[in-house]
């Protein structure tokens, strides 16, 4: 079913903008144009985003522990990015006399180039994709394995203990949580009946009254939402999963070599994978760039995806200022032994959803199954720990 | 047309020799990597967009981080004193060769049982799901049972082994 909401010219502004521009050219060159023109806009659209959240991070962290954040550049320090990045620019770039040069050369930019690809499949709003794939979210999740090599090829190739020491813990934790990321989006895929992202969208996109069909508001598609809400913060590395860059144990994990312009890559890229990650929740589980209610339709559905994302970007950096960090058992054991079985279960329970047809009992079931699974192996985790009041031996 | 397809071509094999040929192990193990990445552009510029991204997926996603961390955690990446090549190299070779003479005879072979002028089947993810749960669910289910072997055995090695009295 198409969407219900009218079409509005703001809504297309940039498929126009795009179109004019494009019919400016001669016909034979208009389809290259219209791609590169795309994939301008997604190049020039996410580091801009990325510089802003810097600032909203610097501040809002500031904000949690109680003191400023960034305030001498510019109003309130919204420049702050623009120093940052003259500042890396400008920086000697350190290479170890020791390092692979070629290998230390070449794991940043195959990171930024994995990382970017995925928003090539992205529905950042409607008719707004660069390319509609048949298999776009194996598309997605294929460019996000290939990430992990560039990581073990900076941590390697820095011939250094702690870089060694924190691209295999990168590895060892993206390699994991993959697991539960990929499984928590098959369930999507049961329902949908689709890899299409598009088609994706389109099956949530639906109101019953004014409510609409996110697969968030189903039993499974909520434990799938936060068992991939963990897996994504897992594996962009994000606080209280950052581990590979533990600085009070490994300095700064894989890219402790890496200085001036190659480390703001590897920055740009963690901020990036994040965007693309939420990005890809959004369109999983909050109906992409469909508004939240009927009646809001007329906001154009780009807007709705960005608001989308900058949420989901603020929780990340809400929990970045609230969650301490895990140790390398706990994580470990939380992937395996706790969100592996889950999402299995889930599975299985997405499957009964599908064939118990409508009607208030699959609610019933599915919502049961999903909460006892959740409790019984939560008391199961918890049942050999023994976690009671703590005494420290020199703090009392 | 055939300019990109060379292009590939050229990335796989050189990919594929520099895995042979270059002395450091984990140097080997990324240019086996693009090799890999060369078979998914081949698949992808033949129109099967699930393999290609499986491929992508599976071996370096995977397969390619399995080779680096088993590299790393045997011995060390320089190469041996005794040479690159095993002693073995002109087994090898033949074995190789006999293997690509079966691969290109069946390819010609079958190339001359199709018709000639019959269109590309347009596939689509779909009608590889229906397959695989449809005519091939049997194989599915074995390479499924195989799987879970494999991995009660990858637990059940890395367990902790009880203390034996003597």
Redesign the interface.
Known sequence: MASTSAVTGADQIFILLRDWLVHLLPSALRPAASVVLGAIAIVAVFPGLFALTTVFERKGLGRMQNRLGPNRVGPYGFFQPIADGIKALTKEDVVPFRADAM?HFLAPLVLLVTVFMGFAVLPVGRNMQLVD???GL??F??????T??SV??AG?SSRNKYSMLGA?RA?AQM?SY?VALLLSSVTVVMIA???SLTEIVDAQNQYTGIFPHWYIFTPWGLASFLMFSIAATAETNRSPFDLPEGESEIVAGYHTEYSGFKFAIFFVAEYLAMFALSGMGATLFLGGWSAPLKFLGFIPSWIWFFLKVMCAIFIFIWMRGTLPRLRQDQLMNFAWKFALPFTLLNLLVTALWRFMGAGWLRWVVCAAILAGAYVFMGRMGMHRKHIGPRSYRYAE | MHVVFFLIAALTLGGALAAVLLKNT??CA?AV?LAFLGHALLFLRLDA??AG??Q??IY???V??LV??AI?LTRGSEAPASGIFSKTWLLGLLIAAAVFAVLGWSIIESARALAVDSAAPQV???DIGVALVGRYVLPLEIVALLLTAATIGAVIVALHEKERPR
């Open positions: 290998v794939m048949d298999s194996l598309f999740f294929a460019m996000g394995a290939a992990e090599l073990f090829m390697w295999m590895v390699i993959e009946g689709s890899l | 984990v140097h990324l990597t967009q699930f991204f499986a992508i997926l370096i996603g995977a390619a981080i680096v961390f790393l689509t993810v779909h």
